[in-house]
C-alpha cells in the first residue's frame, strides 16, 4: 500500500509539475505582452497630450478668429449706418430735384422735337448794327473789327439740337438764380 499511495502521489507531483511549467510559461507570455501594453500605454498618453495640445491651439485659434469676425462685423455695422445715412440723404435730394424740375415744367411749354438736318445749315453771319456815326451809313453794317462779333451758331460749344434732359438742367438751373 505505500507504494500505492507513493505512486499515487508521484502522479500528482508529475500534474502539479505539468500545471507549473504551463503556468510559467503563460505568466512568461503576460511579462512580455505587459512590456508590449506599457509601451502601447505610453504612446497612447502621448498621442493624448498631443492631441490636448492641439485642441489648445484650435481654441487659441477659434477665439482670435471670432474676435477679428466681430471687429469686422462691428465695422461693417458702422459703415452699413454710414451708407443708410448717405442713401436717406441722396434720396432727400433726389425728392428734392425731382420737385424742382415738376415745378419748372409747367412754366416753361414744352419745346418741339427738331430732328436733325443731314446737311449742317450754312453758318448765318450776321453783323451787329451800330449806331450811325461818321464812318458808316445809318442802319448799314458794322466795319470789320469794330465791336465783339458773336460766333455762329454752328461754332458754338454744344450746338445742334439739345436733348429734352439738357433743356430740363439749364431751365432748372436759370430757375435758380
Known sequence: MQWLLESVLLVLLAATLFHAIRLER??????RDRAALESLVDGFNSST????????????AAEGAGKQVE????????LRDDLLFLIERGERLADRL???????RPLVPPAPVVSAPLVP???VVSA???????????GGP??????PEMPPASD???????SQAERDLLRALRLNR
Open 26 to 31: 503563460a505568466l512568461s507570455v503576460l511579462k
Open 49 to 60: 497630450r498631443t492631441a490636448e495640445i492641439g485642441i489648445e491651439r484650435l481654441r487659441a
Open 71 to 78: 471687429r469686422q462685423t462691428e465695422t461693417a455695422s458702422g
Open 98 to 104: 425731382d420737385a424742382l424740375v415738376r415745378a419748372a
Open 121 to 123: 445749315p450754312a453758318p
Open 128 to 138: 451787329p448794327l451800330v449806331p450811325p456815326g461818321p464812318e458808316a451809313p445809318a
Open 142 to 147: 458794322a466795319p470789320e473789327g469794330d465791336g
Open 156 to 162: 458754338r460749344e454744344g450746338a445742334g439740337p439739345r
